[in-house]
């Protein structure tokens, strides 16, 4: 997709590109095609961080990397993709682009920003786990370090996520003057999945300042008629970290990075988020943050942050920390769902990740939704991982063989498999974001693992297999 949208953005604005678009996306129709083509207009910086960055709208605006030791780039929505993860409080990583006669055009002009952002973690409060994806700064008065010495923020969208699997995003103008704008946008959307956001600024609109997650228009907008739509003689611009002198910078990545001087559409932000999104729907995202009870039922149940399948507790739910759930070994405590159709895996491609601790020796299973013949299930022996697919009455288990040390080491530990099952090398599994092993899951394609078990987790369907040790995160996509 990043190929095709460079082909585009040479075809508007060089006028001297063509191409059948048909070929790259058949579902396009010729409507469609035009919007795609005009995206191109008006695109002052791209980035498409594909292992640097380079600026592809043929505008120079290279960017550099600040404190890059917490910067990587890592798989993205489609190539590479820009992850900055800051365990450090005052590191402050962050991507630094010189003004430009370019990028100064947006000076008393609308523009728009738009980018795809991913994230991992949350946090029980508002005041952590921030990302400053956009930021301008005056720079006139010169620099002390890194930092402009005035500090007057232009412009900035903080993003930061909640306990809740929220995603606020802090949007603020002319912050440091005595007229400004500065209201939040809330809404909830999952982790390990991307999401394209867009803020587009008309100063002549009374609702002219608009944010977009996912192709659509969120409820708040803002009034900037009465602002000074003027830059100073010289800004900075900044993507990712926190302000300076700020602390806790979330773990995230960006990619398919775009600055306009122009109002984007309604319709071309549909279009472009159709068009560049990977197609997943999350089955479950679920941090353990915290229970809730149902009176009706008289049960406790760790919500699932994507509304689709909650958690219900069979026994009392030990917790060790704020998000950290407890299994065993001195109950026989576990999850569940409410029925059989619950987390359910059809034909489609998957993803399943856990974060979990343990220190467990012996047998045990994480989740489980495997009964006669269909369905699956993740397990540890040793503290080695498999990852067991049924279908049609064949089980076949994929155990992992690579790995430099088992996961029982006491020690905490992302366990991701990603399944995609056309592909000989389509199983892959991830230890701690780094791909260790893949096997060939072709077997299982275009074959349901839909079984007729409730689905489980921190035992097997029968309860006979307990897990011991704890459970951070649990994640679910299907394709």
């Known amino acids: 997709m990043k190929q095709f949208f460079w082909i585009v953005l040479c075809f508007g604005l060089l006028g001297s590109c063509s191409m059948d678009l048909s070929e790259k996306k058949g579902e396009q129709d010729q409507d469609d095609s035009r919007s795609l083509i005009s995206l191109g207009k008006g695109l002052v910086l791209e980035y498409l961080f594909e292992g640097d960055l380079t600026d592809t709208s043929g505008n120079d605006n290279i960017g550099v990397l600040k404190n890059d030791y917490y910067i990587s780039y890592k798989e993205g929505l489609d190539g590479e993709s820009l992850g900055i993860d800051d365990p450090n409080s005052y590191t402050r990583p962050y991507v630094y682009i010189e003004d430009s006669k370019s990028l100064h055009s947006l000076s008393d002009s609308d523009y728009s920003v738009a980018f795809w952002y991913y994230y991992t973690n949350t946090t029980y409060n508002n005041l952590s786990d921030k990302s400053l994806a956009f930021s301008v700064l005056d720079s006139s008065g010169g620099h002390m370090g890194d930092y402009p010495i005035s500090g007057r923020s232009i412009a900035e969208i903080m993003l930061i996520t909640t306990s809740s699997s929220n995603l606020k995003a802090n949007i603020s103008l002319n912050i440091d003057d005595d007229n400004y704008i500065y209201f939040d946008v809330t809404d909830t959307v999952s982790r390990y999945q991307w999401h394209l956001l867009v803020m587009t600024v008309d100063w002549d609109n009374t609702e002219g300042v608009k944010f977009y997650i996912d192709g659509e228009l969120s409820k708040k907008t803002a009034d900037p008629t009465s602002l000074d739509p003027t830059f100073p003689d010289i800004v900075d611009f900044t993507i990712g970290g926190n302000r300076a002198w700020s602390v806790d910078s979330a773990p995230v990545m960006y990619d398919s990075y775009r600055i306009y001087n122009r109002l984007l559409t309604s319709d071309e932000i549909e279009d472009l988020f159709d068009y560049e999104t990977d197609g997943s729907y999350v089955l479950e995202d679920n941090n353990f943050m ?100 049924a279908s049609r009455g064949t089980v076949i288990d994929y155990t992992a063989t690579s790995l430099n040390s088992p996961l029982n080491d006491g020690e905490s530990h992302e366990i991701k498999y990603k399944v995609a099952r056309r592909s000989s090398n389509g199983l892959q599994l991830y230890i701690d974001d780094v791909l260790v092993e893949s096997f060939d899951a072709s077997d299982f394609y275009r074959k349901s693992l839909s079984s007729d078990a409730v689905f489980h987790c921190g035992t097997n369907i029968n309860e006979e297999k307990q897990y011991v040790g704890s459970l951070t995160d649990l994640i679910m996509l299907v394709y």
Not at 334 to 351: G, H, M, P, T
Not at 363 to 381: M, N, R, T
Request: glycine share 8%; aromatic share 14%.
């Open 290 to 389: 915290y229970t809730n009870y149902d009176s009706s039922s008289s049960t406790y149940y760790f919500p699932d942050h994507s509304g689709n399948a909650d958690l219900l507790v069979n026994g009392y739910a030990e917790m060790s920390g704020y998000g950290v759930l407890d299994f065993g070994p001195d109950d026989t405590a576990n999850l569940y769902c409410e029925d059989e159709y619950s987390l359910d895996i059809n034909r489609e491609d998957f993803d399943i990740i856990l974060n979990l601790i343990t220190t467990q020796n012996d047998s045990a299973v994480l989740i489980d939704k495997l009964y006669d013949g269909y369905g699956y299930q993740i397990s540890l022996e040793g503290g080695i991982p498999t990852i067991s697919m």
